[in-house]
């Protein structure tokens, strides 16, 4: 997710519904090898022993439940290693939901202490793909197929505090996922990141709060965070960095978790498969190196991931 512009309203205080408990830490995780290759059930299980043991999280989640057969993949892997895992659902386009769908319906109920939830569309309100009656009604198609099943969605934070998400709210989806990566609004590691990160999540949430009159109706978690390490873009005013990741991490990731804000790191492991892109800014921008660990599953330098 990408926002141009940054708020200028300072950090509020601590909603006590969140703060009561610290929040879980996940990560997300891709359905390809560093040559761009589909993973299989065993390189889940290489990821889940590298995510278990360095960072001590026992949750990731996805994008696309039949990108690559990830739901056919990833569920016996995580059942293999005590791990629980969000699918999701690609709505965008009726090819791409209904082939999650498939995937959905055919592997979840084998799998149903292994999915955590299911979420339809990621950022598909803030690219403009799809409004919020017509996510919601995607939600509702995948609820009424997984009755059993917790389903949601992830979107940006100004999405979710702008109004724009609003249909998605007031319908009773229990489960929200907020994006916010201060990186992409510019601000650098020790001039504002933390401070405008943590600003995010509570627009967010006071919004949302504000519609629904209490945070007990759903679950929140913050659907992405995460910082460019050593090889990546900068972004206006903030730089890539191992450094500034890791200082990224420990300031803002670990201070959400002690908010109480269940929180998943974007992402698990660089991905070097990826093509490069374009910013907001009309620049390159590469994202090969968003991981917390390398390729190869091996830590950066001075990287730890233990909050």
């Known amino acids: 997710m990408r926002v141009a512009t940054l708020s200028s309203l300072a950090l509020a205080a601590v909603p006590t519904a969140l703060a009561a408990s610290k929040g879980k830490l996940g990560f997300s995780l891709g359905t390809k090898l560093p040559d761009g290759s589909c993973k299989y059930q065993a390189d889940y299980e290489k990821d889940f022993d590298a995510i278990a043991t360095n960072t001590g999280s026992k949750i990731v989640r996805g994008y696309a ?22 699918l999701g659902v690609w709505p965008d386009t009726d090819e791409s939901f209904n082939a999650d769908k498939a995937a959905l319906t055919e592997y979840v109920p084998k799998f149903k202490d292994q999915v955590y939830a299911v979420t339809v569309g990621s950022e598909a309100l803030y690219r403009g793909n799809l409004n919020g009656d017509q996510l919601l009604e995607k939600i509702n198609d995948i609820q009424d197929a997984l009755p059993d099943t917790l389903i949601g969605t992830a979107d940006s934070w100004n999405k979710w505090a702008d109004g724009t998400g ?6 009773g989806v229990k489960l929200i996922l907020a994006n916010a990566f201060a990186y992409w609004q510019g601000d650098n590691v020790g001039d504002g990141a933390v401070q405008t990160y943590f600003d995010d999540i509570q627009q967010a949430l006071g919004h949302i709060q504000d519609l629904t009159g209490s945070l007990d109706g759903f679950e929140f978690w913050n659907g ?7 090889g990546g873009d900068d972004y206006s005013n903030a730089k890539a960095g191992t450094k500034n990741a890791a200082d990224y991490y420990h300031s803002a990731v670990c201070g959400a978790l002690d908010w109480g804000v269940n929180t998943f790191y974007f992402e698990a492991f660089d991905e070097p498969w990826k093509p490069h892109s374009t910013g907001d800014n009309g620049q390159a921008s590469d ?13 950066k330098p001075g990287f730890s991931l233990k909050c």
Request: aromatic share 6%.
């Open 224 to 230: 992405e965070t995460g910082w460019p390490t050593d």
């Open 65 to 86: 439940a039949s990108d690559c057969n990830a739901a056919q993949q990833i569920l016996p892997a995580a059942k293999s290693k005590g791990f629980q895992v969000i």
């Open 166 to 171: 609003d249909a998605v709210i007031k319908g």
């Open 287 to 299: 994202e090969t190196h968003w991981g917390a660990m390398n390729a190869d599953r091996s830590l």
